[in-house]
């Protein structure tokens, strides 16, 4: 099964920029689907934004015009460039795959798990 890995988080101030990266390892023929999520201690997990294998994108609205969702489909990678961060934008950042169609033995597209990743921390200060 497909295992996402998250890295990019840390401890920046307000109007300050991070870029998170998100990685796919693995045996991997196509993923329909690759976005950011976040949660905060208490509430729900939200989407920030997610961006198809033909490039069309999506992103919340608390986010739009301060955030950049990228993939590079040879890669399996996507990332999230966050400029002027807020203080309300802190929380464990999550990656998510969806339509996700794996190699199998021999080399032929078959249907995977959606996936998550365990999260990186995002924290903004005043």
């Known amino acids: 099964q497909v295992q996402l890995v998250e890295s990019g988080g840390g401890l920046v101030q307000t109007g300050e920029s991070l870029r998170l990266s998100c990685a796919a390892p693995?045996?991997?023929?196509?993923?329909?689907?690759l976005g950011w999520y976040r949660q905060v201690p208490g509430k729900q997990r939200e989407l920030v934004a997610t961006?198809?294998?033909?490039?069309?994108?999506n992103y919340a609205d608390s986010v739009k015009g301060r955030f950049t969702i990228s993939r590079d489909n040879a890669k399996n990678t996507v990332t999230l460039q966050m400029n002027n961060l807020k203080p309300e934008d802190t929380a464990v950042y999550y990656c998510?795959?969806?339509?996700?169609?794996?190699?199998?033995?021999?080399?032929?597209?078959?249907?995977?798990?959606?996936?998550w990743g365990k999260g990186t921390l995002v924290t903004v200060s005043s």
């Open positions: 998510n795959a969806d339509g996700v169609l794996l190699l199998g033995p021999d080399w032929a597209p078959r249907e995977g798990m959606d996936a």
């Open positions: 693995g045996r991997i023929f196509s993923i329909r689907t």
């Open positions: 961006c198809t294998s033909a490039g069309a994108r």
